[in-house]
């Protein structure tokens, strides 16, 4: 018997780092083949280019799709998406995959669900049913339209995708991948296993990281994109202040990052940061040894929401970028105010550690990879209202 062809689209480095032990336990399976398919930002140099690490960690690419359009704003965005569909759908017909696996919610994601949509190619989708209250948001639930499985991270977006109308048979929570990887550190990192400086090059000074640090990653918001060098503005200079130890991580190709760069270019030419080094980008289980050890992580990221409710790691959550997505209590929230973001941060690094398996226990690879190997190939999707 010839084995089930998947296809796992890669468009940005979080989306590796996200699904990295899916793709492992797919590899690995006896009865599923592997085909993966990497695309948009996850192939720039400027974003870290992630398909080094991809390639680095022994994974065979199948097809490469460059379709980003230089500008990072909405058009920008848009015309992104539908060349990705022109693109995806020609790979899609070389590679003949039985199921074809999209992540989460960034918009190149789209054009991967309506090229699978269209060419009657079973889709699977992994976080669906997470609510933002951003652009993110209606990318997510539309894909969740479009897909005929769902590999859901908690039991609130499970219960949200089925209320959208889908069959509950084909909705699991299998818990986020990315813990998978977040289980291995906690149990086996004592002591930060590298030196950030060295294995990641990066720009700015080189503080002691011995007696603690910070660490931020802060993106643009797609639907207040003209507010992001304001908004970067704001945690730049809340950083300044506090004059600890931080290494700070450069924001995702989204509307708005032009304003986030030009932020932080600007005011590093002007301000004096002894205790300030920045990187491009990190391989994702080096980056979550990072956060372990880390006093707190300060920005908007997913991974404050998801990786470090598990760690315990303390976050200071900026903005509206995650809004209503299920969280720790490791998670404060605060406003683009330099002043509260100054006060969080100070009353973070003191807070012990609590962690929460709010996005599942660790095994979520395993699960997913079993359950494409598992699932129907062809039938009629029925829709509950």
Same mark, same amino acid.
């Given at each position: ?6 296809? +796992? +689209? ?9 699904? =990295? ?25 400027? #974003? ?18 460059? &379709?980003?359009?230089?500008? *990072? ?5 848009? =015309? ?6 022109? *693109?995806?759908?020609? +790979?899609?017909? &070389? ?22 949509? #269209? ?9 669906? /049913?997470?609510?933002? /209250?951003?652009?993110?948001? !209606? ?5 969740? !339209? ?18 959208? /109308?889908?069959?509950?048979?084909? %909705? ?10 977040? =289980? ?31 660490? %931020? ?7 207040? #994109? ?16 506090? &004059? ?7 924001? @995702? ?26 990187? =491009? @980008?990190? *391989? ?15 920005? &908007? ?5 998801? *990786? ?6 303390? %976050?200071? @959550? ?12 490791? +998670? %404060? ?19 012990? !550690?609590? $962690? ?25 999707? $029925?829709?509950?209202?």
């Amino acid at each position: 018997m010839s084995k089930r062809k998947i296809a +796992v +689209v890669i468009t940005a480095r979080p989306s590796y780092s996200r699904v =990295k032990t899916v793709l492992t336990a797919i590899q690995q399976h006896p009865d599923l083949e592997l085909q993966l398919i990497v695309a948009a930002s996850a192939l720039l140099e400027r #974003y870290g280019s992630a398909v080094n690490y991809i390639q680095m960690d022994g994974f065979e690419i199948a097809a490469k799709v460059f &379709n980003v359009l230089e500008g *990072e704003n909405l058009t920008a965005a848009a =015309k992104t998406t539908g060349i990705g569909i022109l *693109e995806l759908s020609t +790979v899609f017909d &070389n590679l003949k995959p039985d199921i074809v696996v999209t992540v989460a919610d960034r918009f190149e994601t789209m054009a991967t669900a309506i090229a699978a949509s #269209y060419m009657n190619i079973p889709l699977a989708h992994i976080q669906g /049913g997470e609510v933002t /209250g951003n652009i993110d948001e !209606k990318v997510r639930h539309s894909i969740t !339209k479009l897909a005929d499985y769902h590999f859901v991270a908690s039991e609130s977006a499970k219960e949200r995708v089925v209320r959208l /109308g889908e069959n509950p048979a084909f %909705v699991f929570n299998t818990g986020c991948p990315s813990i998978d990887l977040a =289980k291995e550190v906690k149990e086996h990192s004592t002591t930060l296993p590298f030196n950030p400086y060295e294995k990641y090059g990066g720009v700015g000074a080189t503080p002691d990281l011995s007696n603690g640090y910070l660490v %931020v990653m802060q993106h643009p918001v797609t639907n207040e #994109y003209q507010d992001s060098r304001k908004h970067i503005e704001a945690t730049l200079e809340a950083v300044y202040q506090l &004059n600890r130890p931080t290494l700070w991580f450069w924001p @995702n190709v989204d509307a708005g990052a032009d304003g986030t760069s030009t932020g932080i270019r600007a005011f590093r030419e002007q301000h004096q940061l002894p205790n300030v080094h920045f990187f =491009k @980008n990190m *391989e994702g289980k080096d980056f979550l040894h990072l956060l372990h050890h880390a006093d707190c992580l300060i920005g &908007n990221s997913s991974v404050g929401i998801r *990786e470090c409710a598990y760690l315990g790691v303390p %976050v200071v @959550n900026i903005g509206t970028r995650q809004n209503r997505r299920d969280r720790g209590s490791n +998670v %404060v929230d605060v406003t683009y105010d330099v002043q509260a973001i100054k006060n969080a941060i100070e009353e973070r690094i003191i807070s012990s !550690k609590q $962690t929460s398996n709010v996005y599942g226990g660790g095994d979520a690879g395993e699960q997913i990879a079993a359950l494409l190997e598992q699932l129907p190939l062809q039938f009629h999707k $029925t829709i509950m209202y």
